[in-house]
């Protein structure tokens, strides 16, 4: 039976710890761009969860509700996730063919040497303290100006995150304090399935030789949800072991990472578990990725950014994290994300999801259907 989460939620929650917080009812996002513009959505280069959560869902509300004039749309983020904007433009520009890969990688790498303690700049090159971007930088400007140049683009604007960000700090207080509802997000956020399918990757992944029927799987450590202990990676082996006697399973972990997530590789001695070297090209990875989950059965692994995306695929999922994790001393999973990501998987699109303490492994049964 599905969950019917939206409709016994309370109302939002006006105030918390004695602020003020505005209702998205009472704000009207303002209008972007102009039509006789062309209008560029990004650079996106923060992590994959906020770009499902917030950001392409921001911009597909804004276009469905007229706030977004221009003459041609172009999504501009990386990693090859052409389809994730489809809906909203046919457009799409690659960031690792305008910039340098290790200029991309920077902001990851401040906020993992900051989170390991080691002394870094108050900044990043971007000029955001992290991977947020709450600011513009001139490395962004000059890659659209790159790509406008090169196909005389004469008048354009740049629909940037930071004004997302700048207009929607709710979130921040989502964040902190658990006190936005469902009801209260969707009032600016359109939540709608990844339905295309880019030819590109296709094409790649006929090639790969992937076995008929699989489970997708995506395992990485992160200090916030999944620590790496030999204790939590004796759990995934025992886990995906079991798991390969009945079903083939296909590793979308790589060797390296760029942010404070480290990849947890699986066993290829183990002949029902298969890996992708392809998804090593940081310029296509992501799209090869979404194209082998949609071709799953389902997707298991760590409960993070990468969960959001079965959702919007319609694939099951079972996402794992330690219960003695947690940052800022809040034990993870966050109370918010647990309901949206029931929300998104029971409510929108009908199929189940499932949250688990890596610990208790040992008490699955077979969560993915036969066929």
Request: glycine share 6%.
């Amino acid at each position: 039976m599905i969950t019917k989460i939206k409709s016994a939620l309370p109302e939002p929650i006006k105030t918390f710890k004695r602020k003020i917080v505005r209702h998205y009812n009472n704000v009207r996002p303002p209008i972007y761009g102009d039509k006789d513009k062309d209008l560029f959505l990004g650079p996106w280069l923060s992590d994959i969860g906020a770009e499902i959560e917030y950001w392409i869902p921001y911009l597909k509300k804004l276009k469905t509700t007229g706030r977004l004039q221009h003459k041609r749309l172009y999504a501009v983020s990386r990693g090859g996730v052409e389809n994730w904007y489809g809906g909203l433009t046919d457009n799409y520009i690659e960031i690792l063919d305008y910039i340098d890969d290790k200029v991309y990688q920077e902001p990851f790498l401040h906020q993992k040497k900051r989170s390991l303690g080691e002394k870094v700049p108050a900044l990043t090159k971007f000029g955001n303290a992290g991977q947020k971007q709450f600011r513009i930088s001139a490395i962004e400007k000059n890659l659209i100006a790159k790509y406008a140049e090169q196909h005389d683009i004469k008048n354009y604007e740049i629909f940037h995150p930071s004004q997302m960000w700048e207009n929607t700090d709710k979130f921040q207080v989502r964040w902190i304090n658990n006190c936005l509802s469902i009801k209260e997000t969707e009032k600016i956020l359109l939540y709608e399935k990844f339905q295309m399918v880019t030819k590109k990757y296709s094409d790649l992944v006929d090639k790969l030789n992937l076995p008929k029927t699989f489970i997708a799987a995506k395992f990485y450590f992160h200090p916030s949800n999944l620590p790496e202990t030999e204790k939590n990676k004796k759990n995934i082996h025992q886990y995906t072991s079991n798991l390969s006697k009945t079903k083939n399973i296909v590793d979308l972990s790589v060797p390296s990472s760029v942010d404070e997530a480290q990849s947890h590789l699986l066993d290829y001695q183990n002949p029902n578990i298969f890996q992708v070297p392809l998804i090593s090209q940081k310029n296509i990875n992501l799209g090869i990725q979404t194209e082998i989950i949609r071709r799953s059965q389902g997707l298991v692994g760590t409960l993070g950014g990468m969960s959001l995306l079965a959702a919007l695929l319609s694939k099951p999922h079972l996402g794992f994290f330690s219960g003695l994790s947690g940052l800022e001393g809040k034990p993870y999973p966050y109370s918010h994300e647990t309901l949206l990501f029931s929300y998104w998987y029971e409510e929108l699109h009908d199929v189940p999801f499932k949250s688990v303490d890596i610990g208790q492994v040992n008490l699955l049964g077979n969560f993915f259907p036969d066929s």
